[in-house]
């Protein structure tokens, strides 16, 4: 079948010195890129804020040009670049991942695709199938993001297809975060409400110019109330939570204001 | 409020006059400056973490700084009553052109700017002139000494306060403390100015609380005034006024690098052009000040101050009586070292959010106490101390004996400023 593509003929005139050359250009190319990858975010950790974002970003698309500059600069070393060669190699490798690798080229697409579409970034707060973390890194093949329990998690690209990829902050250093009360009923839900308004307002944590909203929802065990707000960074969600509810725990019960005390399930 | 037309005759220690605050505009500056500036401000942060060296303050020339005597001449201490002055004049220019309608006006102001030294002198009667301020009798609203209140006894305080005579609040951001029980107070001041029920009044508030506050009340449409932003040739000519006091000839003041001149500015118009008998070059020392200082005159003079430099050769008093035999033989009564040469506070190493806390805190209150900063920051008193020691040591900010109060400094505003936007803080929009 390779003779029938031509492969044969094409890869005929490569020579000893041509594949150590092309063997030298992918080395500087793995290591530009292993350097970008571990530099890049390093120095992104240190900016902070939306350089850190934008920074982040870059790597997946820096990787993505050498690659393919790489690829570019190598098949004319081993190969005469003309259309029956080309053809030959790119149909050859197409048939190679299309039986053997067929899972795997399915993740390299969707690793392009993730690219141009940009469902995650690195720097991204993302869900995957119950995964929730920031994203660290994004690969050819898979993403690892990192859960708030310190825990990696791989993510193949190819999750892309099929699954509900949820993004709290898209590229952005907003992230909502909400904080829950569950309260008994009989009190008066103004008051309770701009409580918790100021609650947010006077957090040191809260980005002030976005907005504070206090959404209530009448239950049959009482009054569910949702503070949302969002926090100066994405990376202070979890204290920023914890600090709402503290304080806003605190100030409800020195009002006066009964949390529910039986368990509560379902919505 | 100001046109281009007025501006000329507009009082030098306010230049530009005040302005709707959706009119100010930062001064402009070149690519060439703002890249560098954004180069500089990332370097400094990826260095934060690799040297702990570069923190105070180091002079970058030879040249020696100047003397107490040169000092007091050259930048002297701002005159707050003519400012007030200014101030009174055009509000109540305002109102006779009925561009101003409201009975109480809101000024807002970045941190340094002196609006809130300003407004303490309008209950002085004999500091302001009488025909311009029409010999009204103003009182200053001092914050009570606890700030925590709850609705019913801020009503109260307010209730206590003589609202039916002209008043002014200097400073709004010493009326709350951003805790649960301590918004009551302007939260209050604001309903009684909607429903009309407040008077006459004057509003000064510091652009940081403002933001706060015009987040916080989003319904509020107060239409603040603002002092137009100080650029490169109300700056240099609030510099050579304020130089040029008591009957003395214009400042001169030249670049160490090149010998190029900052002060006097270059003639505009052509008469002026052609008088000229020679040809100088100008340095765009102000327009960078000016960019530097985001339009903020206290900023731009705290770094005009650091800027300045004696020549090694000159005396270190200078006497008012030889001043003119002695300008005969000068080519300049001072040197100004170039901005990339002079080394502004920078932001020490720390954790990110307790250092922003602190800072944010501090420019939202306009300097608190330990006590109060600790509550507002929610950072713990013993690392309260050890971040506010490191900043000290950076010149970013200074403990105030008089008030017992801390501040960030004029000096390392900026930096403070910059830092805290990338960070994700909530700045103002000075």
Known sequence: MMDDLGVKEAFASITGQALLKAVLVVLIASLIVLAIQKMLPRVAEKLGGKPRLYLLASVPLLRLLIILATIVVVVPILVEPSFENMVAIFGALALALGFAFKDYANSLIAGIVTLYEMPYRPGDWIQVD?????????????????????????????????????????????????????????????????????????????????????????????????????????????????????????????????????????? | MNNNTNETQADPCLPGGLLPLEQWTLPQTSVHRSLKDAIRHALQQLRAGMSQTEEPFESMDQLPELSGTQKSWLVPEPDYSSQATAIACELKRARAE????????????????????????????????????????????????????????????????????????????????????????????????????????????????????????????????????MESERLGGWFTHRASGNGRSPVIARMTDDGSYVLPLAETSEAEKENSSKKRKYSTFLRDLAATSRGNPGVALAIWQRSLRARPDDDASVDDADEKTKRQHRTADCWVVPLAQLSLPTMPQSQESVTGFVLHALLLHNGLDEASLEAVSGVSGYQLSLVLSRLKRAELVIYDQSDEHWRVTAIGYPTVRRHLQSWGFPVDQF
């Open chain 1, 130 to 267: 119950g995964q929730y973390g920031e994203v660290r890194s994004i690969g050819a093949r898979a993403a690892e993001i990192v859960t708030p329990d310190d825990t990696v998690v791989i993510v193949p690209h190819s999750k892309l297809w099929n699954s509900l990829i949820a993004n709290d902050n898209d590229g952005t250093d907003n992230l909502m975060c909400i904080a829950d009360f569950h309260l008994e009923a009989n009190h008066d839900v103004g008051q309770v409400r701009e409580l918790l308004r100021d609650v947010a307002f006077t957090s040191p944590r809260t980005k002030t110019w976005q907005p504070v909203q206090v959404i209530v929802f009448n239950k049959p065990w009482g009054m569910h109330y949702r503070l949302k707000a969002y926090p100066f960074a994405p990376k202070e969600q979890f204290q920023f939570i914890s600090e709402l509810t503290a304080r806003g725990s605190a100030e409800l019960a020195h009002q006066g204001v009964r949390f529910v005390s039986a368990p509560v399930t379902g919505n």
């Open chain 2, 98 to 229: 009925g561009s101003l309608s409201r009975e109480v006006v809101c000024l807002v102001a970045a941190p340094f700017s002196g609006v809130e030294q300003a407004l303490a002198h309008f209950s002085q009667p004999d500091q302001l002139d009488s025909s311009e301020a029409s010999g009204e009798t103003w009182r200053v609203i001092s914050p009570p000494d606890t700030l925590l209140f709850d609705y019913q006894a801020a009503s109260e305080w307010w209730d206590k306060q003589n609202l039916s005579l002209p008043w002014v609040i200097p400073e709004l951001s010493d009326f709350w403390l951003r805790r649960l029980s301590g918004l009551a107070l302007i939260k209050e001041l604001f309903r009684r100015i909607a429903n009309g029920s407040a008077g006459v009044g004057i509003v000064g508030c510091s652009s940081w609380c403002w933001r706060y506050w015009g987040h916080y009340l989003e319904n509020a449409q107060m239409s603040p005034l603002s002092p137009a932003p």
